[in-house]
C-alpha cells in the first residue's frame, strides 16, 4: 500500500464521519474520552488518589498514548497540517497529552498542571460536528469589542458607585457595626450590588439597612445593563453579516449585475431570508405569483417533463410575475435551502425606479420560457 493510499484511508477513518470507519472512530474516540475524564476527575479525590493512584496513574499513561497516536496521525492524514497543528482545536489535542509527558521532564508531582487534561471534554466538539457553533464565540467576541466604550463607561460607573455607597456606609455604621475601614465598606458595597450577600458584615441601623436596600435593588438594575448592550452589539453584528452576504449574493447574479450599487444596496433592503428545510415545496403550478427567490446557498428543483435543478446564486418566480400568471410548475426544496425573497410590490417599486431592471427580468423570463 502507498503512502497517498495509506493517508487517505486514514483520512476517511479519522475525518470521515459520515462512513462506516469513521464513525466507529468517534464512537471508540468518544468513549476513551470519557473514560479519561472521570479518571482525571476521580484522581483529584484525595481519598481516591491515595487508595488508588498508581493505578489511576496506570490508566493515564494508557490513555495519553492513545491520544498522542492519535494526535500524530491527525498531522500524518490531515490535507493542510499546519493549519490543524495551530487550529484551536489541533492545539487542544496537544494540551491535553503534554501533562503526563512532563512528569517524565520534570522531578516531583506537576500539581494542578495536570488537571489541564480536562480539555480533553472540548474535543466532543469535534466528534458530534459542533466545532461551526464555536463561530458564535468569535462573534460574542466580536461584540465585546464594539461594546467597549460602553463598557468601560459602565465600569467606571459602576466603581463610583461601589466607592460612594462604601464610604456612605463606613459614615453610617462606623466601625462599632463592623465596617472598620472605608475599604470593608467597599467590598460590602460589591457583594450587595452583585445580590451576593455573603452576610459576614450587615448593617446595624435603619438608616444603614435603608441603603443596603436601595443598593440591592441599585444592583439588579445595573447588572442588566451589560447584557442589554452586548446582545445589542451581537445582534448588530449578525445583521450586519447577512447584509454583507446578501449584498454579495445579489451582484454575482447576472440580473442585477448591471445594475448601480445604489439600486443592488435598495433590493437587499427589501429581500426576506427565508431557511427551507428538504422536500418543502416554496410553491405549486397554479399558484398565484406574488414574489421572485434568489438562492443564497442549497438547491431547488423546478418539477416539470426534465426537471431542473437550480443552486446558488440562482434565482426564479420572475416569469409569473412578469406575465402577471399563475405558476407554470412546482418548485421544490431538494436540500436545505437559504432564499431572498423580493416581493411582488417591492419588485414594482423597484422596476419604477430602474427601468432597466423590468427589462432584464423580461428578457429573462422570455429566455426560460422558450
Keep these: 500500500m502507498s503512502k497517498d493510499i495509506l493517508r487517505d484511508k486514514l483520512r476517511e477513518i479519522i475525518f470521515g464521519y459520515r462512513t462506516r470507519s469513521g464513525k466507529i472512530f468517534d464512537i471508540v474516540l468518544l468513549a476513551a474520552i470519557i473514560l479519561s475524564l472521570i479518571g482525571v476527575i476521580m484522581d483529584s479525590d484525595k481519598e481516591i488518589h491515595n487508595k488508588y493512584g498508581s493505578l489511576l496513574f496506570t490508566i493515564e499513561w494508557i490513555f495519553t498514548i492513545i491520544f498522542t497516536i492519535e494526535y500524530i496521525l491527525r498531522i500524518y492524514s490531515s490535507r493542510t497540517r499546519r493549519k490543524y497543528i495551530f487550529s484551536g482545536l489541533g492545539i487542544i489535542d496537544l494540551l491535553s497529552i503534554i501533562p503526563m509527558y512532563l512528569t517524565l521532564i520534570i522531578a516531583g508531582p506537576i500539581g494542578h498542571l495536570s488537571d489541564i487534561r480536562i480539555l480533553r471534554l472540548i474535543r466532543v466538539f469535534r466528534i458530534f460536528r459542533l466545532a461551526p457553533y464555536l463561530k458564535s464565540g ?27 455607597l462604601g464610604t456612605l456606609m463606613y459614615i453610617v455604621e462606623g466601625q462599632k457595626n463592623g465596617f472598620e475601614s472605608i475599604a470593608d465598606s467597599i467590598y460590602w458595597a460589591v457583594v450587595t450590588l452583585t445580590t451576593v450577600g455573603y452576610g459576614d458584615v450587615t448593617p446595624v441601623s435603619d438608616l444603614g439597612k435603608l441603603i443596603s436596600s436601595f443598593a440591592m435593588f441599585l444592583g439588579i438594575a445595573m447588572f442588566a445593563l451589560p447584557a442589554a448592550i452586548l446582545a445589542s452589539a451581537y445582534y448588530e453584528d449578525i445583521q450586519k453579516r447577512n447584509f454583507l452576504v446578501s449584498l454579495e449574493a445579489i451582484t454575482e447574479i447576472n440580473l442585477f449585475s448591471n445594475l448601480p450599487i445604489g439600486a443592488i444596496t435598495k433590493i437587499n433592503s427589501k429581500l426576506e431570508p427565508l431557511v427551507l428545510p428538504a422536500k418543502q415545496i416554496i410553491f405549486e403550478k397554479g399558484d398565484i405569483a406574488d414574489a421572485l ?54 419588485l414594482d417599486e423597484l422596476s419604477e425606479e430602474y427601468p432597466a431592471l423590468f427589462e432584464d427580468l423580461k428578457r429573462s423570463a422570455a429566455d426560460r420560457t422558450g
Design 138 to 164: 468569535h462573534r460574542m467576541q466580536i461584540a465585546l469589542r464594539s461594546s467597549r466604550p460602553k463598557i468601560i463607561v459602565f465600569i467606571l460607573y459602576i466603581s463610583l458607585v461601589v466607592v460612594v
Design 293 to 346: 427567490y434568489i438562492i443564497e446557498f442549497g438547491s431547488v428543483q423546478v418539477e416539470i417533463e426534465t426537471p431542473v435543478i437550480l443552486g446558488s446564486g440562482d434565482y426564479f418566480g420572475e416569469t409569473g410575475l412578469i406575465s402577471q400568471a399563475e405558476r407554470n410548475a412546482t418548485i421544490s426544496v431538494l436540500e436545505e435551502v437559504k432564499l431572498l425573497k423580493l416581493s411582488k410590490e417591492s
